[in-house]
């Protein structure tokens, strides 16, 4: 498979930038920045991604981030914004697209700002631990705590035999079925 020569020209924080592409290898990868809308609130989200398809024909993918993928497919709209030789400078125009103003905009989907490699490594400040425990207080659900071998066995003889309804099954198969074409 060959892939034609491409030029692009596009403008970015007021500057002009461009990029070529072509074929490299009997297998090209592309490297590519895009935009996931959700219509109806309003909200956006900005990613990148690299494949061995035209990003264009790479129809399937619906972005990484975590709050996307909540999403249900048909809600979101993908724009591939550009397409460039490497991730790196894919990775570039991320971050000058998300940067960490960006995260105050509550349409905007990201978790943290662009080009960087997601959570690897995050280590949370003083502030959002603060935060993660305000939002935990009075939660009585017991997180962390285990459950002794007789509550264990309690729960086991409960559940054993139970026969989910028919409503809860086709609840259980859509949430699969929206789980598999989300990815």
Known sequence: MTFPLASYTFRLRGQDCSTSLGP???????????????PSKGEWYIGIRSCECWPTEDTKYMG???????????QLRRTVLVIVKSRAEAARIEAALVLPATLDDKMCLNRIAGGGRGCLGMVHTQQARDKIGRANMGNESR???PHTQEAKDKIRDTLTGRKATEETKAKMRAAWVRRKTAK
């Open 64 to 74: 990484s981030g975590v709050r996307v993928s909540r999403i249900e497919r048909s």
């Open 143 to 145: 997180l962390g705590v």
């Open 24 to 38: 490299t290898s009997t297998s090209p990868m592309f490297h590519y920045v895009y935009r996931i809308d959700r």
